[in-house]
Nanobody, 124 residues
Framework: QVQMAESGGGLVQAGGSLRLSCAAS????????MGWFRQAPGKEREFVAT????????YYADAVKGRFTISRDNAKNTVYLQMNSLKPEDTAVYYC?????????????????WGQGTQVTVSS
């Protein structure tokens, strides 16, 4: 019922910034909590950030707290991830995800719909 497409990834030097976007389909976008996850080669997909249905509640992984900001624009069916002060260890494929609930969650298994991913590469 929900399809998403990430964009905004690319190559950036350490200390730089990127803004990821995820455009979602569906009339009930505002009813879904959203999340961003990332997966590096040979590693499990890990939680990055989540936002509740209204955008008023957010939560971040310790590794990105203070550097990344998740936001959403329900009128545009879009969720964003602003990434500042990027580090080489941030290099991964970044995925947006939606869950059939208004509340935030941090586990992969808590999400029902996934985008195709966008590559973020941070060079030192």
């Amino acid at each position: 019922q929900v399809q998403m497409a990430e964009s905004g990834g690319g190559l950036v030097q350490a200390g730089g910034s990127l803004r990821l976007s995820c455009a979602a389909s569906g009339r009930t976008f505002s009813s879904y909590a959203m999340g961003w996850f990332r997966q590096a080669p040979g590693k499990e997909r890990e939680f990055v950030a989540t936002i509740n249905w209204s955008g008023g509640g957010t939560y971040y992984a310790d590794a990105v707290k203070g550097r990344f900001t998740i936001s959403r624009d329900n009128a545009k069916n879009t969720v964003y991830l602003q990434m500042n002060s990027l580090k080489p260890e941030d290099t991964a494929v970044y995925y947006c995800a939606a869950r059939n609930d208004k509340f935030r969650a941090t586990r992969v298994v808590d999400y029902n719909y996934w985008g195709q991913g966008t590559q973020v590469t941070v060079s030192s």
